[in-house]
């Protein structure tokens, strides 16, 4: 079995956070392989960005790219303004975008991380997994090999479904159907032999904070770390 951890919504605000829970997952865990995701578009500095650098460098560390500035348009499609009160708030950056507004920004996001002696991301997930006004054929034209979903991932614009468990809920009717959709997930991992888990800076504080701990005990039993990428 193959997992693969990610921690969202890296920015220069919460390095110092995203630095103590790579800590407790390698120290309480035994997990070292770990995909962060990086908003390029924040306001970062010179020590900010070495510290990325810093972390890319060590091995089992991946830097993906995470959107441009994690934050959605105020004006919303119908459909985006649903989706934002029952799921994504105001981080579904991709919704309410032109196909090109959304090429574009992903092309930007791209050339960050080179532009800043980084290296060059593989992998893009749009924030809130919303990829928005995109087809499987408008991939192929993107720079980066891999596009994950909320349900699954694109590798060299071929589909793989892999089974998503997520702990961001700040309501309770959120965190019923968080709970039962990990439940799920993580029973039908024995079918596909794939998990992810996606873990954001704020969620230990969150209503799901008991399940992290239970769900990373689970998996440092059953899955292997060893490839860092999904395959």
């Excluded at 985006?80 to 579904?92: D, G, Q």
Aim: charged letters at 20%; one cysteine or more; hydrophobic letters at 40%.
């Amino acid at each position: 079995m193959n997992c693969n951890i990610s921690i969202h919504d890296v920015g220069p605000n919460n390095l110092d956070k995203i630095i103590s829970i790579i800590n407790l997952l390698f120290d309480k865990y035994n997990i070292d392989k770990i995909t962060l995701l990086v908003i390029p578009g924040l306001d970062w500095n010179n020590k900010q960005i070495n510290i990325l650098k810093t972390l890319q460098e060590k091995e089992g560390i991946e830097l993906a790219a995470h959107g441009w500035h994690h934050k959605s348009n105020p004006t919303k499609t119908i459909y985006h303004y649903i989706h934002s009160k029952l799921i994504s708030e105001n981080s579904a950056e991709h919704l309410s975008k032109s196909k090109l507004s959304i090429i574009e920004l992903l092309n930007n996001s791209h050339s960050w991380f080179i532009n800043q002696g980084l290296n060059s991301p593989t992998l893009y997930v749009p924030p809130a997994w919303a990829l928005g006004n995109m087809g499987e054929k408008d991939l192929s034209a993107l720079p980066f090999n891999e596009i994950e979903i909320i349900s699954g991932v694109f590798i060299n614009n071929k589909f793989i479904f892999i089974p998503l468990i997520g702990f961001k809920t700040k309501t309770y009717f959120k965190f019923i159907i968080v709970k039962v959709l990990n439940f799920i997930n993580y029973l039908s991992y024995s079918f596909f032999g794939l998990m992810r888990i996606a873990i954001h800076p704020d969620d230990f504080n969150l209503l799901l904070k008991c399940d992290i701990d239970k769900y990373l005990r689970k998996i440092t039993a059953n899955f292997s770390f060893n490839e860092l990428k999904i395959k």
